[in-house]
């Protein structure tokens, strides 16, 4: 299925990150015998509600109950790296599950936050002072380079800038030992995927691979719903596990996600093993208005619906679990969506496509994407459920939207944006700000000063002639936003960003690659992007993003510096004269300011 499709589709099993504080010596009590499914370990059962419990100790289990069939109550604490003591983590063994798909694929955007936050790991356990040991599957179909563990290594060391060493112990079934873990300070274990007892989450499997270890980590979010030797089997012997900085954020968006109260509420559901995943797709039902199918599991519901399939199509004793949730999805009143036709492959002539309806594919064809019925009923849901693209009434927004338009991403209290518009009545101003309450107080500024609201009706944006405010995460929507203004975007100004939001170990990044590229695909012919910072080590860091990802099209504007500090060349004024307020701030107390500006080359 195409990857554009796919969603979010893990369920949380967090016996996984179970912080039970087993005592070392007690690592022999938890052992199992035999090499088996301990299908009795995983701590989710379906008795009326959905429990998820997770161990904190012997006597204790904080729970987390789906009443009402599948109604979200509480998620219950899990344990982050974060939270743990950092002199804990000194001289001691930290086996790290990280996320291959993340980390090694074939080209890593070391911008993006997935890859920052899983990097991020890694470093803080090894500036703690913990020996690391990583471990992981991979497969050469996300990266043709990963031939063996040595590659893997190889190309983790270059990724951390640390030295990552391949240990061989798994395959000869020789458990590590103290001395192994003086060569260096982080290590690599063998590909699990090639390993049965992985998946079987073998007992003797999983103490072999925590010889040695102290801690577990877990910083593979999509492998959590999975029952596995290198989760849930290892946490038996280790005396502590904890959730990494990545995983911490998925568990976050989650979290977030299963409390949004906004409607629609869509899920695009893609992947398969249905049966195993029934109590996860019960508990969207009971949230969403539609539930949108478009991966194996499509072709189950299907066949619930009564709709023929092809026999390799159908996974084995899902019927019922398909049938239970197209009746409760009826009973909730809740749209099902499935693809209605599908891109194939024939399997003898593999060079060959054609399209099949969805309850038409014939025996010899395979489906590999969705085809353009589908694609145009999924396109025809989502924008009727979500909230982006903008669709602004730019006449309504400004009195001339002919006119060039300033973008201040970041916009704060609005300071510069109300100066500006002052000032230059020839443009026109829009400010993009994340924060709901800094939009709000912008606006209670506007109606204090008595300048009538276009927008009174909308919490996040108001406007007025030539400016207008909008309530909106710039990283995701400048691109949908600005597309659409009438007019040429001339000036996009990023002021001050909180120096926090730059470090990797933070939650979150204003300048992602695909801002910068939205701002350099849609700034105009000779368009200016101002930056500034009072702490130098940001703006330099906004500088090299915007020349490293602005497609050739950015370049500094060198004429108009003037001063250097730090062998550094610098704008020394505001070329504007209107300052933002932490701009001002700063001024107040006698720092300097890094201003810079980049110009769009004609023609581009």
């Not at 020789?174 to 079987?200: G, T």
């Not at 064809?365 to 009434?393: C, M, Q």
Request: with cysteine; glycine share 6%.
């Amino acid at each position: 299925m195409s990857p554009v499709l796919k969603t979010v589709q893990t369920t949380l099993s967090l016996n996984k990150l179970s912080s039970s504080n087993y005592p070392r010596k007690e690592k022999k009590l938890l052992q199992h015998g035999s090499c088996s499914f301990p299908i009795n370990n995983v701590q989710l059962s379906f008795r009326g509600g959905f429990e998820v419990v997770s161990n904190v100790n012997r006597s204790h289990k904080e729970k987390t109950c789906l009443y009402d069939e599948g109604e979200l109550e509480a998620l219950p604490h899990v344990q982050t790296l974060r939270e743990f003591p950092r002199e804990e983590l000194v001289a001691k063994v930290v086996m790290v599950r990280f996320d291959s798909t993340i980390l090694l694929g074939e080209k890593l955007d070391l911008s993006s936050q997935s890859a920052s936050k899983a990097l991020y790991t890694i470093k803080y356990l090894h500036e703690c002072g913990a020996k690391v040991i990583l471990m992981s599957e991979w497969s050469r179909k996300i990266n043709p380079k990963l031939l063996d563990a040595q590659a893997v290594a190889d190309i983790l060391s270059s990724v951390l800038q640390l030295n990552v060493i391949a240990l061989r112990c798994i395959s000869c079934k020789s458990p590590l030992r103290r001395e192994d873990l003086q060569k260096a300070d982080i290590f690599l274990l063998e590909n699990l995927s090639e390993y049965k007892e992985e998946v079987a989450n073998c007992s003797k499997f999983a103490e072999l691979l925590s010889s040695e270890v102290d801690i577990l980590v877990n910083d593979s979010f999509c492998q959590s719903h999975k029952v596995l030797a290198s989760t849930v089997g290892v946490a038996r012997f280790c005396y502590a596990s904890m959730a990494g900085f990545s995983f911490e954020e998925n568990l976050h968006q989650l979290k977030k996600i299963a409390k949004t109260k906004k409607k629609p509420y869509l899920a695009v559901i893609g992947g398969g093993n249905l049966k195993r995943n029934a109590a996860a797709l019960q508990f969207l039902a009971s949230r969403c208005d539609a539930l949108v199918f478009v991966g194996q599991m499509s072709f189950q519901i299907m066949r619930a619906l009564g709709h023929s399939i092809p026999t390799n199509l159908v996974e084995r004793d899902a019927h019922k679990a398909a049938l239970d949730i197209v009746q409760f999805a009826h009973d909730k009143n809740v749209l099902m969506s499935y693809p209605k036709d599908f891109w194939c492959t024939n399997q003898h002539l593999p060079t060959e496509l054609e399209v099949f309806p969805a309850h038409g594919v014939s025996a010899s064809w395979l489906p590999v994407d969705l085809g353009p019925r589908s694609l145009e009923e999924i396109y025809s849901l989502v924008t009727n459920s979500k909230a982006y693209p903008f669709e602004i009434d730019w006449s309504v927004a400004y009195h001339d939207a002919s006119l060039p338009l300033v973008v201040d991403i970041g916009s704060g209290n609005g300071l510069f944006i109300m100066g500006m518009a002052q000032n230059r009545k020839d443009l026109n101003f829009l400010g993009l700000e994340i924060n709901g309450k800094l939009v709000r107080r912008c606006l209670d500024s506007v109606h204090q000063s008595g300048i009538r609201n276009a927008s009174e009706s909308s919490p996040c944006c108001f406007g007025h002639m030539c400016r207008y405010f909008i309530g909106s995460n710039a990283t995701t929507t400048f691109r949908s936003i600005v597309s659409s203004y009438p007019g040429e975007l001339v000036l996009v100004s990023v002021q001050c960003p909180n120096p926090d939001f730059n470090k990797p170990e933070n939650r979150w990044s204003m300048l992602q690659r695909s801002l910068i590229e939205a701002v350099a695909d849609l700034l105009a012919s000779k368009g200016k992007v101002f930056l500034q910072s009072d702490v130098e080590a940001v703006a330099m860091r906004m500088k090299e993003q915007f020349l490293q990802y602005g497609k050739g099209k950015l370049h500094l504007s060198h004429d108009q510096y003037n001063i250097r500090i730090n062998g550094n060349a610098w704008l020394e004024e505001n070329p504007f004269g209107i300052h933002s307020d932490w701009e001002q701030h700063v001024i107040d107390r006698g720092a300097p300011m890094y201003r810079l500006m980049l110009s769009k080359s004609t023609g581009s």
